[in-house]
């Protein structure tokens, strides 16, 4: 099962989130992800590997913002190292969404064929 952890606050969010992160550790080791909100402009990092292997100083810098979503990722499908499998996921049509969750899809395939057809989107992602 994943990890995850949502913070809005009147401050910067990057360094609860990532301790958040730190903390759900346990409940995922293969990849993990921050995205923050500033204004309408997401600033996201993510990769495969530990948290404290994917973020270094520059990329925590590079999250600014007063609100966001982190995860950490146990695979139950997929590739574990993969880095389009790392999440949060981010979807920029039609107006911009980040998600995080923890859990499989049943209908993959029937979901991606909807989408391509009625929307002309790719999922780059199992």
Request: charged share 15%; aromatic share 8%.
């Amino acid at each position: 099962m994943c990890g995850i952890v949502g913070v809005v606050a009147k401050n910067a969010v990057n360094q609860l989130l990532y301790d958040g992160l730190l903390v759900l550790q346990h409940r995922g080791q293969d990849a993990a992800g921050i995205v923050t909100a500033e204004g309408q402009t997401f600033h996201m990092h993510k990769g495969p590997g530990m948290v404290r292997d994917v973020f270094r100083t520059r990329n925590m810098r590079a999250l600014a913002g007063y609100s966001g979503i982190a995860h950490t990722r146990y695979p139950t499908a997929g590739s574990a190292w993969s880095a389009a499998e790392s999440q949060p996921f981010y979807v920029n049509s039609p107006f911009g969404i980040v998600l995080g969750h923890n859990g499989n899809l049943t209908n993959t395939g029937q979901l991606k064929s909807e989408l391509f057809r009625q929307d002309l989107r790719h999922v780059n992602t199992n």
